[in-house]
């Protein structure tokens, strides 16, 4: 008679950014492949998905992390924080029973039975990453058959499992970055760009489909790369985002680089059908003198003549972008230029953030620092304008027709809340939907902008769309 089997459960706590939730759902794809049960309580290890990025975020994970061993189950830590660190944070955080790098992914499930068991395993020793692929993009695709690049290895096969039952999802079109923006350290731990072949990513929308899907969110570090190393008969982004339109309802695309960024994908993002009228630039500063020791490109003119390309073709088109401001040798010149641009740019968001060194990276040695007392001023003074210009940009809406998709519905507690294509998912507002009898989560719905509260709408439906 054969004994019975042992449960094993795994909970799965995910930080950071899209492109961890994606790798999130890719690890619990692996781990119920392997025998893992997956819950949202009562595990017996909890995998902490981790953010490296900035020190906020960084906090962050290893609260996490020690909250997690409170529960009592046992912990490990995966993501970008335990890449980076490794052996380093595993010595500062004895609480966490494995730090484990993204060259365990491909067996997590049995790393998992082997922390279950209560044997010892040995750190991730951190890398750059970008040392592990060619220099020659076209190379990279190959070579990264023999490397682990989360998100990139499914294959025929979706090895995926959704842990939000949701209707947008997003996708992963690409890893890696091979910009030197002296201010990040995201290349060293993520690696040198490379792209998901177009036929592997159509087919995981396909997928995401067939889960109820009707938006994906198009991730990566920089999707103007997008089939830089891949063959050019395969096409470019612009072809990428035609197909998936035939796939699902509605494709966002995100991580835009605004040196990067054609005329030829700025008209497929505003005029190709089922394709969201959003542009996600990471435009960072518009002082050009702060942008060149940022090692980045651009101007206040260029980038308002590139909002001018986008607004030509599709007026209503939502921009979004963040900022840095308090870089190492920033002056009151710049921050002035910084808000002439905001002012005229329009935006639809924009996230605000004081510069803090990171490790590893050039702005880190860089003379000039500015104090901390100086950055934060100048943090709540762009925050200000941002606020004052973004409401305002919202307000011309009013009057306006919006597509939402529901994403939330009404009841006792909670109003009928969606997204218009405009509006990303967690980051730029939402639309609250004012008649919503009828209305489910998953329908996109024709709307009249009655009003605007800061930058969310109040709308009315008027129909809903057919699936």
Known sequence: MSSPTTSKRVAMLTLGCARNEVDSEELAGRLTAGGWELVDDEADV?????????ESAKKDSVDTLLAAADSGAKVVAVGCMAERYGAELADSLPEADAVLGFDHYEGLADRLDDVLGGKALESHKPVDRRTL????????????????????????????????????????????????????????????FVS?????????????AEQGVRELFLVSENSTSYAKDLPRELGGLENL????????DRVRVSYLQPAETKPTLVKAIATTPNVAQ???????????????????????????GLIGQIRDLAPQAGIRSNVIVGFPGETEEDVAEL????????LDAVGVFGYSDEDGTEAETLPDKLDADTIAERVTRISNLVEELTSQRAEDRVGDEVVVLVETEEDDENDCVGRAA??????????????A??????????????ASEGVDLVVTAIEVLPR
């Open 46 to 54: 909890i995998v902490v998905n981790t953010c490296g990025f900035v």
């Open 133 to 192: 692929l060619p220099l020659t993009p076209v190379q990279r695709p190959k070579a990264a058959e023999e490397v682990q690049v989360p998100g990139h290895g499914w294959g025929p096969r979706v090895l995926r499992t959704r842990l939000e039952d949701t209707p947008v999802a997003p996708l992963k079109i690409a890893s890696g970055c091979d910009r030197r923006c002296s201010f990040c350290a995201i290349p060293s731990f993520r690696g040198a």
């Open 196 to 208: 998901r072949h177009p036929d592997e990513v159509v087919a995981e929308a396909r997928w995401l």
């Open 241 to 248: 985002l035609e197909r998936l339109a035939e796939v699902v």
């Open 278 to 304: 959003y542009f996600d630039m990471s435009f960072q500063h518009s002082s050009e003198a702060v942008l060149r020791r940022m090692r980045r490109f651009g101007s206040t003119e260029s980038f308002l």
């Open 339 to 346: 808000e002439r641009f905001l002012t005229e740019a329009r």
């Open 422 to 435: 405009h509006q990303a998912p967690e980051v730029d507002g939402e639309c609250v939907i004012t008649n």
């Open 437 to 450: 009898d009828g209305l489910a989560v998953g329908d996109l719905v024709r709307c009249r902008v009655d």
